[in-house]
């Protein structure tokens, strides 16, 4: 089983501060959702991953081997980000040609699957794509190379909902035919929210969260009630955010509940991920009281 | 290592540009005279031979070889996106130019001396031919020492190219700008500053005079010169920029659009 692991990296552009002293390892044959704010780092850590950009300090090694300037390892990922690497004047057909040379096989049965179903022709030239249909394109080319860690930056950028859905179904086929590591960079946490075996919250270009989503929901707790007595019951537990109707309250906690008596009056459930993420992205109270 | 897939990848990829750059000279020199001529009613005038002979065609290669080699950030995008470092990039990128100056500077020189020469009559094709052909007596020493000579400048033009291609790689597009603008003027001036001191009288008979003459080979028959200096300068120069475009290379990143 391989293992990309992420070491003390920091990077900064001017005096802005993007990552700092982040640390995260990354398994192989599970989906990461890499969650963060507009700004929070995760472009800029999957370009350090990948050896796009260089990082101020730390490594990023795979097998306990440095990816820095290293073939066989930066061949086992491949990023797929908003950002356009290839030719506007190839075809598609060219790029998976010139794809296929470089990381030695493609997967071509499906990416010609993929095609017909996303109807997309394959002699355009990459330049004529439309926001969409490039995004399209370079999924096709992420779910067709054989890598062992596939990035995806704002995968579903530009594409409408069905295609989202279209995509989001043909990759847990894929990742069910092949299991691989995904980490999957996005706003749409809802959309990822059933797909992601692990969540990783990014902040400011720090660490904030990075356990499985099974876990994290575990401790997810919205405690509704008449606020004097949501308020008693919630006392010195990490409340990370809270929503007033009328009289009724509901404190949103992370972490673990004691053992204290729940009043009659109030009422427990769990919350989604989104919420969790807002509420500790946020500068509500309490947000910095985080469990990582 | 994937140096032969890049190797491939990147010869096909840029044959296909120096072939295109070839076919617009082409025909911007031949056609596009023959054409106006034809439009202008003044066809008597046009002469292939008068063309021919006044179109540095060799030359031409050089300066191919160096805007080619100046133009290495699009070729890092796609290697970088697909898993190839930087020093496989490199070492692909000099195999490839490597034999791009082989098969230029071959080609270069049958044409001048099967066409060039027999067409018009004239020697002096190339600096070598013009300067230091006289230095050999045999004919066939000669034209080994042309080739060796004119790969020996292809080779400076094209890691210049590299070398100023990526540098500027390393800036924004607003720097490489400004340095684009302000380089040519700066450099302009000084070199316009150092050949003035040069040619000044005061210069003259001192160590500078000597250490050029040294250099372009001067002998003490007159008109004719020693290539060995400037062959070995040219050496020492290309291995250094050879050097410095590696360093380059190693710092490439992607940018921020």
């Known amino acids: 089983m391989s293992m990309l692991e992420v070491s003390h990296v920091s990077k900064s552009f001017g005096s802005k501060n993007v990552l700092q002293d982040v640390t995260i390892t990354f398994d192989e044959g599970k989906i990461y959702g890499l969650l963060g704010r507009n700004g929070a780092g995760k472009s800029t850590l999957l370009n350090i991953m990948t050896n796009r950009t260089f990082a101020d300090s730390g490594e990023v090694k795979i097998d306990s081997e440095n990816i820095n300037d290293n073939d066989a390892k930066l061949g086992l990922m491949f990023l797929m980000s908003e950002v356009n690497l290839y030719s506007n004047g190839s075809t598609l057909d060219q790029i998976i040609a010139d794809t296929e040379m470089m990381y030695g096989s493609f997967d071509h049965q499906l990416a010609k699957r993929l095609a017909t179903k996303f109807e997309l022709d394959m002699a355009t030239k990459f330049g004529k794509l439309s926001t969409g249909y490039n995004s399209i394109f370079k999924l096709i080319l992420a779910l067709c190379v054989p890598v062992k860690f596939v990035l995806l930056d704002e995968p579903v950028l530009g594409l409408d909902a069905n295609h989202r859905e279209m995509f989001y179904s043909e990759l847990i086929d894929s990742f069910t035919n092949n299991p691989r590591t995904f980490i999957i960079s996005t706003h749409l946490i809802e959309e990822v929210a059933n797909l992601i075996s692990d969540v990783i919250v990014l902040d400011e270009g720090r660490i904030m969260l990075d356990q499985p989503v099974e876990e994290v929901l575990a401790k997810t707790h919205s405690v509704v009630g008449p606020q004097r007595d949501v308020d008693a019951y919630t006392k010195g537990l990490n409340v990370i955010g809270h929503d007033d109707m009328g009289n009724i309250r509901v404190n949103y906690v992370y972490g673990e509940l004691d053992d204290r008596r729940l009043p009659d009056t109030v009422q427990l459930s769990n919350f989604d991920l989104q919420k969790l993420f807002i509420f500790l992205t946020n500068q509500f109270e309490g947000s910095r009281h985080y469990e990582n | ?257």
Do not use: D
Not at chain 2, 82 to 107: D, H, K, M, P, W
Not at chain 2, 129 to 140: E, H, K, L, P
Not at chain 2, 233 to 248: E, G, H, Q
């Open chain 2, 1 to 257: 290592m994937k140096t032969k897939q890049v190797t491939k990848y990147l010869f096909r990829r840029q044959i296909i540009i120096l072939g295109e750059m070839y076919l617009v000279t082409f025909v911007t020199i031949y056609l596009l005279p023959f054409l106006l001529s034809l439009i202008t009613g003044t066809l008597g005038s046009y002469s292939f031979t008068n063309i021919l002979k006044n179109s540095p065609i060799s030359g031409f290669f050089g300066f191919f070889m160096f805007v080619l080699a100046a133009l290495s950030y699009e070729n890092f995008k796609f290697l970088i996106q697909n898993g190839i470092s930087r020093t496989t990039f490199f070492e692909a990128q000099i195999s490839v130019y490597g034999i791009f100056v082989l098969i230029g500077n071959s080609v270069n020189l049958l044409y001048n001396y099967a066409i060039y020469v027999p067409m018009t009559h004239r020697m002096s094709f190339n600096l070598f031919m013009s300067g230091y052909r006289y230095f050999f007596s045999n004919g066939g020493v000669t034209v080994l020492m042309n080739f060796i000579f004119s790969a020996l400048i292809l080779a400076m033009f094209t890691l210049m190219g590299m070398t100023i291609g990526s540098f500027l790689s390393l800036f924004s597009k607003t720097m490489q700008r400004v340095l684009l603008v302000a380089v040519p003027i700066v450099g302009g001036v000084t070199l316009m500053y150092v050949v003035g001191a040069i040619s000044n009288a005061a210069f003259r008979y001192t160590w500078i005079e000597n250490f050029t003459k040294f250099i372009l080979g001067y002998t003490s028959q007159s008109g004719v010169y020693n290539p060995f200096p400037v062959m070995v300068t040219m050496f020492i120069l290309s291995a250094v920029m050879l050097f410095i475009v590696k360093y380059l290379f190693s710092k490439k990143q992607l940018k921020r659009e």
